[in-house]
């Protein structure tokens, strides 16, 4: 944890309510979307989507549907960002669409499960894959896991500069890591298979690989978090989300289309690792190291992406007295929700060691999807509760687009609360658990003698 800088600037003088500035410029903005976007999913759900379902087509329609639906949302964000181009992103869309209480909610669930889970499950995935080049007790891999958040909270601590220039290296490189795959599979030979009668279509299955797509596309939303530290926003905002939801898609296609011309679907499925198969098979055993490194290098990118952008949403929570104050202070010298930053960190880091990241993370999925679904649907409610406020980018399709993201969105939280009844039911109560935190901040804010935040005037 970063000790020394605080040293130098007793807490008071942090006591403040500057705002962060602006550095991020347009490749900064779309490196932290890629960058959250691909972690460690399009090496190992390629199997689980074969599981579910066993034929090219099919296999290749839930990945296009997954992304285009991940586009849709994009570009509900896109003009939501550029409307209210505010640091905390999510929380100020869903605080001025459905009000305050609703805004906390994403909040309280994000960072008690969802956000700090994701953290701990991708830093944990981290040091399981640097087993393959240094052996690693249980013990020793909880240690790594939990040293790695510890160190990027440093690292983004120190300012938002610092933690983007992380971002652009380890986004590039894990990029070039993957594209050299799938090069290497198009370049082989492909398997020849007899074609087989196509399997009859199940909707239940059909979901259940949905699940597994949208883990892959999920991310997104983070450079929303953000929107108060981008450069001119009504412009880079919407241009970040297209070209990285759009270059994210394309990578996955072509890397499902290279898995397929080496593996049988059969082969597919009963692959754990998809991606170190297709390797070996098309660069001897220095292509499995090189997707191991590979994997390292994302889940690195990843963990930062999710460390820099994460306390944004808390921060922005805090200044509205709906959360610990002291996580929307911003640090004198290095311009960061600093406090904010430490504390996910820290929390991150315990989940870790404890081994209950691998209960909340199985709750993200549709914990994320509840929020997602009623974000877009802010862009209905919006466009009619502030007509007037200038829009400098327009999502395509409106109304249409946002009305089918909510419909599916809805199916697919039905789905998932019928198909993985237990861990939706907790993610739920989750989500519910937030309801009497938000009373009682309202309460502590009004006996501190502040207007609640419902008293407010909107920002929108």
């Known amino acids: 944890m970063p000790s020394c800088p605080t040293s130098r600037y007793n807490i008071s003088q942090m006591l403040n309510r500057a705002e962060l ?5 347009l490749f900064d903005s779309t490196a ?32 296009i549907i997954a992304g285009l639906l991940s586009f849709i949302g994009a570009l509900a964000y896109a003009e939501l960002g550029a409307m209210m181009p505010a640091t905390g992103g999510q929380y100020v869309f869903l605080r001025e669409s459905f009000g305050p209480l609703f805004g906390f909610l994403c909040g309280w669930s994000f960072f008690l499960a969802a956000r700090s889970g994701g953290i701990a499950v991708v830093a944990v995935g981290f040091s399981i894959y640097l087993s393959y080049f240094i052996p690693m007790s249980p013990l020793a891999s909880k240690l790594t896991a939990a040293g790695l958040i510890l160190t990027l ?7 938002i500069r610092v933690g983007a220039v992380v971002q652009n290296i380890f986004t590039s490189l894990k990029i070039l890591g993957i594209l050299i795959l799938i090069v290497s599979a198009f370049l082989s030979p492909a398997h020849q298979t007899p074609p087989a009668p196509a399997p009859a279509f199940s ?18 939303f983070a450079i929303s978090l953000v929107a108060g530290e981008v450069r001119n926003p009504q412009r880079n905002l919407p241009l970040a989300l297209i070209i990285g939801v759009i270059a994210v898609i394309g990578i996955y296609l072509l890397a499902n289309v ?24 098309t660069m001897g055993p220095a292509g499995a190291a090189l997707v191991a490194l590979t994997i390292l290098i994302s889940m690195f990118g990843t963990t930062n992406g999710n460390i820099m952008t994460a306390p944004r949403l808390y921060f922005a929570q805090a200044r509205d007295g709906l959360f610990f104050e002291k996580f929307g202070f911003v640090h004198p010298r290095f311009e ?19 081994g209950s990241y691998e209960v ?22 919006l466009r009619r509760k502030y007509p007037d406020t200038p829009r400098p980018y327009r999502m395509w399709g409106y109304p249409v687009t946002p009305i089918v993201f909510v419909a599916v969105t809805v199916w697919f939280v039905a789905n998932t609360l019928i198909s993985r009844p237990g861990p939706s039911m907790v993610g739920s109560l989750i989500i519910l658990s937030g309801i009497p935190a938000y009373f009682a901040w309202r309460w502590r804010e009004r006996k501190k003698g502040r207007p609640v935040l419902a008293d407010r005037p909107s920002s929108a």
Do not use: D
């Open 153 to 159: 909270t440093a690292v983004n601590y120190r300012g």
């Open 203 to 220: 909707l239940s299955h059909f979901g259940v690989a949905m699940i597994a797509c949208l883990w892959a596309y999920n991310g997104w």
């Open 21 to 25: 500035p602006r550095k991020l410029g």
């Open 258 to 281: 290279g898995y397929l011309r080496l593996l049988p679907v059969p082969v597919l499925a009963s692959t754990e690792r998809v991606a170190s198969t297709v390797a070996e098979r």
């Open 360 to 381: 909340l993370f199985s709750y993200s999925t549709f914990t994320f999807w509840v929020f997602y679904g009623m974000t877009v649907a802010g862009v209905l409610i």
């Open 32 to 63: 932290i979307v890629v960058g959250t976007m691909v972690g460690s999913a399009i090496f190992l759900v390629p199997s689980s989507v074969a599981q579910s379902l066993p034929s090219v087509p099919m296999i290749m329609t839930v990945w």
């Open 336 to 354: 960061t929700p600093a406090l904010a930053i430490v504390g996910q960190g820290i929390w991150s880091a315990l989940l870790a060691l404890s």
